[in-house]
């Protein structure tokens, strides 16, 4: 077949500025790295062990803090590992697997944030048939909605992208995206197919932020009219917002950079930009939830005294 790709392994130069500060970068990441499967993985075991907690608004965060945990684990082991390596490459395989994971991580994130908006909306404009329109089957739907539905178009994107045939293997970059490796191939590579899944892809979840953003012109809208209504906005929609305003300034950001960003930064600086949804959403989310909702932040607050006592 001769769109088949003879490149076998990719080296990662973005890393290399950074050598010079391995060791340090590799403590200080490792300790990040703790941080965000500890808040994570606690809240989600708050969740499960606790039956008051059982709610819709509850099950869509134990979701959320998943995908936290699956996509930083997505880059933060093989960021470690290549910091105490001496070369810095992955494997072809390898490479596209991780790519997957980068792209559905960001997409399942944005579902998921468009999941819990229509919870909102439901909850606080429409309580009298909340638990109809939500019941455990709508949920269970909602939730595999917000999972399946990236899976299933960057397995596709995946498939595409190993067709190419590739004429280089340095990704400038501290871990492989698909856009990248795209860019590796070759000039007579037939790339319509995956153009047309990527502007597809692109219309789908710019869908789901003007969902995200109708939903939140009706809470609003709803929440104003009453003191009760703005105590329900503050205490569960606001953090919602936060995170839903942290993960979009942060993705868009890095988008833009990859697509129509300058080479002339430094690489520091680009490695930042790079990571920047990988560092920031995962560990601030958890936190910001377990602070802020009140059901949760009694239950660490028992489980604190309690293992005084």
């Not at 917002?241 to 942290?246: C, E, F, K, N, Y």
Request: aromatic share 14%; glycine share 4%.
């Amino acid at each position: 077949m001769d769109n088949v790709s003879v490149v076998r392994v990719f080296t990662l130069s973005g890393i290399n500025e950074t050598m010079n500060y391995k060791l340090a970068i590799f403590s200080i990441t490792l300790l990040y790295y703790c941080m965000i499967l500890f808040f994570n993985i606690s809240l989600i075991a708050i969740i499960i062990s606790d039956e008051n907690l059982h709610e819709p608004m509850y099950i869509l965060l134990c979701s959320f803090c998943f995908n936290g945990l699956y996509g930083t684990t997505g880059f933060y082991p093989k960021f470690l590992l290549d910091l105490l390596s001496p070369v810095q490459e992955i494997s072809y395989a390898g490479c596209l697997l991780q790519a997957f994971v980068m792209y559905s991580f960001a997409c399942c994130e944005l579902s998921n944030l468009a999941v819990m908006a229509y919870d909102r909306y439901l909850a606080i404009c429409r309580p009298l048939h909340y638990h109809s329109l939500m019941s455990k089957r709508r949920l269970s739907q909602l939730v595999c909605f917000s999972w399946l539905t990236p899976f299933c178009i960057f397995s596709i994107s995946v498939i595409l992208t190993s067709r190419l045939r590739l004429c280089g293997s340095k990704i400038p970059k501290l871990f492989c995206v698909n856009w990248v490796i795209y860019k590796l191939a070759c000039s007579e590579a037939d790339t319509l197919s995956n153009n047309i899944l990527s502007y597809a892809t692109i219309i789908i979840y710019v869908c789901h932020g003007f969902f995200v953003v109708w939903t939140y012109m009706h809470l609003i809208r709803t929440c104003v009219k009453s003191k009760d209504g703005r105590v329900k906005f503050m205490q569960t929609c606001l953090p919602h917002l936060i995170s839903m305003i942290t993960f979009l300034v942060v993705i868009v950001f890095d988008v833009m950079y990859m697509r129509f960003g300058s080479t002339d930064l430094p690489q520091g600086l680009q490695n930042f930009i790079a990571i920047e949804f990988l560092l920031i959403p995962p560990l601030m989310n958890p936190l910001i939830y377990g602070f802020k909702l009140t059901k949760i932040r009694n239950r660490i607050l028992l489980l604190i005294h309690g293992g005084r006592k």
